[in-house]
C-alpha cells in the first residue's frame, strides 16, 4: 500500500523535479521550492530576443544519453516523441594548433605528432607500463599519479594536465584519483588501442561517452523540467520560485521546521527531500551540526561556470557540436554550437556559439565585467576563424554558480563525514548530482528523483541515491 504521506522537495533541478512528477504520479501530496526565480537547475536553457528572432542555449549543451531503459522511456514519455530530436555528435580537442578526435584517441593523436614526440611517449608509455604492473606500485591517491602510471608523462602532459588544470584551477595533484578512475576509462594498454580501433560495445563501461548520436529536445533541455512541471502543477501540486531555504529545524533527529528568505515557514509535512549543495544543507541546520561536520561541508567545494554566447548571422559557425580548449591561452574550456543540438535553438539561417569558462566565485575571472569578458572571448573567437566581427548579432553572459563537484584529494573523507552525519536524520532524503556531491549526468539524476519518490511511497526499500551508477563523464 502506498503511504499518503506530504513531501517537501527543495531544489527545482532534474532531480528535484523527476521526484515531484513521481510522487505525483503515484497521488502523493508534494510541494518543491526553488531559490532561482525558474525551474531546471543546471538543465535550464535560457533565451534571448535579437530582432533576428530568438536564440536558445542551454548551461553548456546537454545532450541525452543513457544505458537505462526505463529512464530512456520517461525521457520520451516527458518530451514527446515528436519533439526528441536524435543527433550525430561530433568533437575535437584543439591542441598546440592541431584539431584532435575527441574522446582522444592517443595512438591516431600520436601519428599527428612530432615523430621525436611519439617516440619519447611511447618510451614514458612502457616505462610506466612495467613500473606499475610488475615494480612497485606506488601510492596514487592524486590525479597526476593516477595517469601517470597508466599512460607515462610524456602523455600526461600532453593530453591530461592542461586542461585538468584549467578545468578545476588547481594542481591536478590536489585532485582525487577517484576523479581520473571515473573520468578516464581506457586504464591500460590494450583498452587504448580497442578503444581507438574499434567501434564501442554498447554494453561496455567505456562505451557511453563514445557514443556517436545522442537524443536531444528540439526547443532546449528546459522542455524536460518545463513538461514535469507542468504535470506537477496540472494535478494541484505546488512549486515555489523565488523561494530559497535558509533554516531548517531538528528536533530529535526528526526535521521538523523549514524558514524560506521570503519569511515563510512550513511544518506541515513528512519527508523532506533536498537536491541543494551539501555546504547550504548543512548551513541551514546551523549550530545543532558539530563543528567538525560543519568544517568537513566546507571543505565541499563546487566548481563554478560562466557561459557567454554570440549570436550569428551566419548558417555554421564550426563544424563539431562542440569542441575542447585545454591551453590556457584561450579563456574557455569549451565552445558548442546549440543549432547542432536542436532544431529550435535559432531562428532559420543563423546560429550561435556557446563558450563555457570554469572558475571559482569571487575570482578573477568570475569578477571580470561583462564587457570585458565578451570582449576577450570575442577576439579569441575571431582569432580561430570562427566567425568574423559583422557577423554578430547579439551576445550574452551568464554566471553559474555550483556546476561541477570538485573532487580534491580529500573529498571523500569530507563527503563521508557529511553523509554519516545527515543519515542519522529520519525523514530527509538526498537527492542528485548537486544534492549528493557526485558526478552525475541527466539520466542517473532522473534515476535518483523517481527512485526516491518509490522510496517515500513505500514501494522499494532503497533510492538509488548514491549508485553513481558508473556514470559517464559527459558535461
Ligand atoms: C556545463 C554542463 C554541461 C552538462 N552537460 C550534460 C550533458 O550533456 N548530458 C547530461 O546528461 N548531463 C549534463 N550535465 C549535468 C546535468 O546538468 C546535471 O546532471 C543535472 O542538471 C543536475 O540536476 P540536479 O537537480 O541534481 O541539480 P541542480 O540542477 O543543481 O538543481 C539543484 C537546484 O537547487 C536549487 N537550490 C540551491 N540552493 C537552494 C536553496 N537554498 N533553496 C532552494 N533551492 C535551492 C538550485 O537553484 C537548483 O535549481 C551538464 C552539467 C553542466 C554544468
Known amino acids: 500500500m502506498i503511504k499518503d504521506e506530504k513531501t517537501v522537495i527543495i531544489g527545482a533541478g532534474l ?38 528572432g530568438k536564440f536558445g542555449s542551454d548551461f553548456g549543451g546537454h545532450r541525452f544519453l543513457t544505458r537505462e531503459k526505463q529512464i530512456e522511456q520517461f525521457f520520451f514519455n516527458v518530451i514527446g ?59 596514487e591517491d592524486n590525479f597526476e599519479d ?21 578545468t578545476w584551477g588547481i594542481n591536478p595533484r590536489k585532485i582525487s584519483s577517484v576523479w581520473a578512475a571515473e573520468r578516464i576509462k581506457a586504464t591500460n594498454f590494450f583498452v587504448m588501442i580497442k578503444n581507438s580501433l574499434f567501434r564501442p560495445d554498447p554494453k561496455s563501461k567505456i562505451a557511453m561517452t563514445l557514443y556517436k548520436q545522442f537524443y ?26 523565488n523561494a530559497r531555504l535558509l533554516k531548517i529545524e531538528i528536533n530529535n533527529e526528526v526535521i521538523n521546521r523549514l524558514e524560506f528568505e521570503t519569511g515563510d515557514s512550513i511544518d506541515n509535512f513528512n519527508t523532506l527531500v533536498s537536491s541543494i549543495p551539501l555546504p547550504t544543507l548543512i548551513d541551514a541546520m546551523g549550530e545543532i551540526v558539530p563543528k ?32 575542447y580548449f585545454p591551453e590556457d591561452r584561450h579563456y574557455f574550456v569549451r565552445i558548442s554550437e546549440p ?32 564587457d570585458e569578458l565578451k570582449k576577450q572571448v570575442r577576439d579569441q573567437l575571431i582569432d580561430l576563424d570562427f566567425f568574423s566581427e559583422k557577423e554578430i548579432i547579439g551576445s550574452f553572459v551568464e554566471r553559474i554558480t555550483h556546476a561541477y563537484p570538485l573532487f580534491d584529494v580529500d573529498f571523500e573523507k569530507n563527503l563521508s563525514m557529511v553523509l554519516s552525519f ?36 513505500g514501494l522499494t526499500e532503497k533510492s538509488a541515491t548514491m549508485i553513481s551508477h558508473d556514470s559517464q563523464w559527459v558535461g
Not at 578526435?101 to 599527428?112: C, E, G, M
Open 81 to 139: 516523441n515528436e519533439n526528441v530530436e536524435k543527433r550525430q555528435r561530433s568533437s575535437h580537442i584543439l591542441l598546440k594548433g592541431k584539431y584532435f578526435d575527441y574522446p582522444i584517441k592517443p595512438f591516431s593523436a600520436l601519428l599527428k605528432m612530432p615523430i621525436w614526440l611519439t617516440i619519447k611517449a611511447g618510451f614514458t608509455y612502457w616505462y610506466a607500463f612495467f613500473r606499475y604492473w610488475f615494480a612497485r606500485r606506488n601510492s
Open 292 to 323: 567538525n561536520i560543519q568544517k568537513a561541508a566546507k571543505n565541499l567545494q563546487y566548481r563554478d561556470l560562466i557561459l557567454i554566447g554570440f549570436m550569428l548571422d551566419k548558417p555554421e559557425a564550426i563544424k563539431d557540436s562542440w569542441i
Open 15 to 52: 532531480a528535484g523535479l523527476s521526484c515531484g512528477y513521481e510522487l505525483t504520479k503515484l497521488g502523493l501530496p508534494v510541494t518543491i521550492y526553488e531559490a532561482n526565480d525558474s525551474i531546471g537547475g543546471l538543465s535550464r536553457t535560457l533565451w534571448y530576443n535579437t530582432p533576428e
Open 216 to 241: 536531444y529536445p528540439k526547443n532546449g533541455i528546459q522542455m524536460l523540467s518545463d513538461n514535469m512541471a507542468k504535470f506537477i502543477r496540472n494535478n494541484n501540486q505546488e512549486i515555489f520560485t
Open 422 to 457: 545527515l543519515s542519522q536524520i529520519q525523514n530527509l532524503e538526498l537527492i542528485g548530482r548537486t544534492g549528493t556531491f557526485q558526478y552525475l549526468n541527466m539520466d542517473i539524476v532522473l534515476l535518483h528523483g523517481l527512485s526516491c519518490a518509490r522510496k517515500i511511497a
Open 339 to 370: 543549432s547542432k543540438y536542436g532544431s529550435g535553438m535559432c531562428p532559420k539561417g543563423k546560429t550561435s556559439i556557446v563558450t563555457e569558462i570554469t572558475c571559482s566565485m569571487g575570482d578573477s575571472k568570475w569578477e571580470m565585467s561583462n
Open 146 to 166: 593516477w595517469v601517470k602510471h597508466r599512460f607515462g608523462s610524456t602523455l600526461y602532459n600532453l593530453f591530461f594536465r592542461d586542461y585538468t588544470q584549467k
